[in-house]
């Protein structure tokens, strides 16, 4: 049946119908939904130019400049450690951050400017489904949101995205276009960028990398293989693939330090039985298929001056089997003149066909590793299926059977691609998922005698009501937890399989901002110290190392001092202690290790006499140390 909708036409709304039906291109996505281009529209009812203003070549829509102010404006949120869903917290070098990615990649660009070697992320597809994060563009209150029910429980905002929105490709841009731009100053100068999509918005992202990244440093697009049998995409068309977009920070290091190389060359057919001083060496081919009219161009006589025997290449009739010479003449003579054509001087070497042969040399090589083809995702390995078979294995639960992680070797391929002249860098994920990236730098490490490390980003999104996670980040440490153990069983590999979880939080910090002359005398002892109750020792020196621009897989060790609790990040990369009224002797214990950087609490300090002999100690014993207190 039909519904009535007891209301009379909407003439605007039909009326951009028939101009869509029409002239689609004259419709476009602004601030209040869709409408019509009138200048495009013009354009298209007139013989002649219509509009003479100046064009340009750029991606633009509605929200761009909001976008960018969104990447730019600085964050107050900052990182709290999990150590209980830690494994192996104060050793290993794995990272794992609950939370929105876009404030977690701000509070990582001090610390990881230029140090992320590969970044893997597999961002929504932007299917109509929902997906999560707390961008505002001051387009509603948190109140609002929470009375619409736009935000769910962690404060996340939830927006359903459906095709037919005003802003449909709009919102997806604006989300994932300020989280690229922040991601392309953690790449190292060879570093490089994949990215999983499929056709929804292949175009929107390829425009979107080719701002951020520069047209020139875009390295391919690969096809992946999706699906084993039918998967409907459109009547009559059955969809089997995906892309993975590839992009270099800087193409010319990448290149220049062969970064992106494929699987390496066998030579166990290469040896050097006569002792030739070129090295080792394999026959090389001598004939090769004729193709685009070329026939005839390499067909000459090769005498065989010990057994005087002239050969020519095959005469065939069959247009599609026809082979000349490898090597035109020239070339060939050349090789003869080098020694690098060998006539057999004996007929019983001579085996009817060819009379000689010609050596390939190792050393030619010109690379130790096959070129990577666009189609290297394209077969059975990387298809959704065998990811979803990927994470039951880990479990040994199929209530994953409808999930649609990445397969672990589509990652590992990735790793393997991107870190050919690396065997110890940062991969990074900031769509983490089910944590697909961090079994595979596991695997990878165990396979290849590597020591790369992970970072993981996902935002607390809530799983399936009938799971047993709460959210997606339980699942994806979990994850890593069983995989790790599973690992290790089988393998007994010496690794780090351990991971180090935070939290994104506000800033430890209070938000002070009475004037001195409206506070009253009781109110005073509030602000003997600026850090918030709830917040301990740990939470203070992650917000320090982050503050400092040191990385979170540094080694933290505790020491007693003197009754004192200090923290030591890296030996002497920092010294912290906070506890209150410390004494001057203790400036004598850090002081040996000569530290870079020295952080007190003001609490440290009972006397303003103590807090200047300490630091004009400090500046005595080592004289190189950066002293701060913390209010």
């Known amino acids: 049946m039909n519904k009535l909708e007891m209301k009379t036409t909407d003439i605007v709304n039909e009326n951009i119908k028939y101009i869509k039906d029409r002239f689609p291109n004259a419709i476009v996505e602004t601030e209040k939904g869709f409408e019509v281009d009138f200048n495009t529209l013009k354009q298209e009812m007139s013989n002649i130019i219509a509009d003479d203003t100046k064009e340009k070549y750029q991606l633009t829509w509605p929200g761009k400049k909001e976008a960018i102010l969104l990447a730019n404006t600085r964050t107050t949120k900052t990182l709290r450690p999990l150590k209980e869903k830690s494994v192996d917290f104060d050793n290993t070098e794995n990272i794992y951050i609950e939370g929105d990615n876009l404030e977690t990649l701000k ?7 230029n140090k992320i070697k590969c970044i893997y992320i597999d961002p929504p597809y932007n299917t109509g489904n929902d997906f999560i994060y707390n961008d505002n563009f001051n387009k509603n209150t948190n109140e609002e949101l929470e009375d619409s029910g736009q935000v769910d429980e962690e404060g996340n905002r939830l927006i359903t995205n459906y095709e037919s929105s005003g802003k449909y490709h709009s919102n997806w841009i604006s989300n994932i276009y300020p989280r690229l731009k922040l991601s392309r100053n953690l790449l190292t100068d060879d570093g490089i960028i994949f990215i999983s999509i499929d056709d ?43 892309y993975v977009l590839c992009y270099a920070k ?37 004939l090769i298929k004729i193709d685009n009219g070329r026939y005839g161009f390499a067909r000459y006589a090769i005498t065989n001056p010990y057994l005087n025997i002239t050969h020519y290449p095959p005469v065939y009739y069959d247009e599609n089997n026809r082979k000349q010479w490898h090597y035109i003449e020239e070339t060939f003579r050349e090789m003869e003149k080098r020694g690098q054509v060998v006539y057999y001087k004996d007929k019983s070497e001579y085996n009817g066909e060819y009379s000689f042969f010609i050596k390939k040399y190792k050393k030619d090589v010109e690379k130790t590793n096959s070129n990577i083809s666009t189609l290297a995702f394209d077969n059975n390995s990387f298809v959704n299926a065998i990811g979803t078979k990927d994470i039951i294995n880990v479990f040994d639960d199929k209530e994953f059977n409808n999930s649609y992680p990445k397969p672990v070797e589509l990652v590992k391929k990735i790793i393997q691609y991107s870190n050919w002249n690396s065997s110890n860098s940062i991969i990074l994920d900031f769509f983490s998922g089910s944590a697909t990236t961090a079994e595979a730098v596991l695997k990878y490490n165990v396979e290849n005698n590597t020591k790369h490390r992970f970072i993981l980003i996902q935002v607390p999104e809530r799983c399936n009501e009938k799971s047993k996670y709460l959210n997606i980040c339980e699942l994806g440490e979990e994850r890593i937890r069983r995989a790790g153990k599973k690992i290790k069983e089988e393998t007994n590999a010496n690794i780090d399989y351990g991971f180090r979880v935070y939290k994104v939080d506000s800033s430890n910090m209070k938000d002070v901002y009475y004037k001195p002359n409206d506070l009253e005398q009781a109110q005073l002892n509030l602000f003997e110290t600026n850090v918030k109750e709830d917040r301990t020792n740990e939470d203070l020196l992650t917000q320090i190392i982050l503050d400092l621009g040191l990385t979170l897989d540094l080694k933290i060790e505790e020491k007693n001092i003197l009754s004192n609790k200090v923290y030591y990040v890296a030996e002497n990369s920092l010294v912290a202690c906070f506890d209150k009224n410390i004494g001057i002797n203790i400036v004598d214990e850090i002081c040996k290790c000569k530290p870079l950087k020295i952080v007190f609490k003001e609490e440290c300090f009972n006397t303003d006499n103590l807090k200047i002999n300490v630091q004009e100690k400090i500046k005595k014993l080592s004289p190189e140390s950066e002293v701060y207190v913390l209010w």
Request: hydrophobic share 25%; charged share 30%; aromatic share 12%.
């Open 107 to 113: 509070i990582l660009q001090e610390s990881y400017l």
């Open 250 to 286: 800087k193409i010319n290091v990448v290149q220049s330090k062969e970064v992106l190389n494929g699987e390496q060359k066998e030579f166990t057919n290469y040896s050097n039985p006569d002792n030739d001083p070129n090295g080792p060496w394999t026959k090389d081919s001598y």
């Open 200 to 242: 929804n918005e292949l175009c929107n992202l390829k425009k979107m990398c080719d701002e951020i990244f520069g047209e020139y440093n875009f390295v391919c697009n690969f096809i992946r293989k999706t699906s084993f049998g039918e998967k409907t995409a459109k009547p009559n068309i059955n969809k089997h693939h995906d």
